[in-house]
């Protein structure tokens, strides 16, 4: 699997795409370049690799389902829990850069995912809309949730 294609993907909370080039998912969602977007990471372990997770909030941030959170040094991270079925296909990469498979802030349509994505990686379920995540912002001392 090449993680430099962008997969469309029924994730942990919506449908969304998924690849390592933050740069072509921008492009694809008709977004700036300079508005980040949160990665997905397998395990705590991988999270470990990229960033530090205060002291303060790490049991906060190991229970969490379904939660973005912003460290500290800016980036925002993901952990897809063992139990979804996102889990499988966000293994074989361990990391990935992830968004929802939709234009800036208008809803799902199918036919768009299809056009913008290299590979579409689609179960029995199908591709269908749920809430998306929770994200929080975590400093040194204190939290502060944005969604």
Do not use: C
């Amino acid at each position: 699997m090449d993680s430099s294609l962008v997969y469309l993907v029924q994730t942990d909370t919506t449908v969304g795409f998924s690849s390592l080039n933050d740069e072509k998912l921008s492009t694809i969602k008709q977004r700036p370049t300079s508005k980040k977007i949160l990665h997905t990471v397998d395990s705590f372990k991988t999270l470990t690799q990229y960033t530090r997770v205060p002291k303060n909030f790490r049991k906060k941030v190991r229970n969490s389902k379904k939660t973005t959170f912003i460290y500290p040094n800016t980036k925002s991270f993901r952990v897809v829990n063992k139990d979804s079925n996102f889990y499988d296909f966000i293994n074989k990469f361990g990391i990935l850069y992830s968004t929802s498979a939709n234009k800036t802030a208008e809803k799902f349509d199918k036919d768009f995912a299809t056009i913008g994505a290299d590979i579409i990686v689609e179960d029995k379920r199908g591709f269908y809309e749920t809430k998306a995540s929770r994200i929080i912002k975590l400093s040194k001392k204190s939290l502060k949730i944005i969604r």
